[in-house]
């Protein structure tokens, strides 16, 4: 996957999360917690911007960094509207499956990244 697939794969998922939340039941739980998905799921697609501009390997990394706890963070928020009944799990499977991909996706960069920078670091330091 090139970087401007990722870019609009990670733009879509923040799409879908927020179609989601506005669907979602109007009470104190899904508001808050529907704040905080928004907040984490747009962050994925706009961190991994920042990630293709990033000025040096190092840069990278940290920038995918920011993206992983993002995209991570996004998964918890969904499995604790799920876990709290407020969104039935067969609503939102094809959504935190994709949120996992694109997790997977990130991970395996940084790892590379680390690895291409400093070999002995990422085998020793692994995430």
């Known amino acids: 996957m090139n970087p401007g697939e990722l870019k ?11 179609k ?3 669907a979602l039941p109007k009470n ?7 704040r905080q998905l928004l907040r984490s799921a747009t962050s994925v697609g706009a961190n991994y911007r920042a990630v293709c501009r990033a000025k040096s390997r190092a840069d990278f990394v940290a920038k ?3 993206v992983e706890e993002e995209c991570d963070e996004s ?3 969904i499995e604790m509207l799920v876990e709290t ?21 990130v991970v395996t960069s940084a790892k ?3 690895m291409k920078n400093n070999p002995q670091s990422a085998i020793a330091n692994p995430k």
């Open 28 to 34: 104190t739980t899904t508001t808050v917690i529907g």
């Open 112 to 114: 590379t990244a680390r």
């Open 75 to 77: 998964l918890y928020w």
């Open 64 to 66: 995918l960094g920011i």
């Open 85 to 105: 009944n407020q969104i039935k799990p067969a609503l939102v499977s094809n959504l935190v499956k994709e949120g996992e991909e694109i997790l997977a996706i």
């Open 20 to 22: 989601m939340i506005e």
């Open 8 to 18: 609009q794969r990670t733009k879509d998922f923040g799409k879908r999360v927020i």
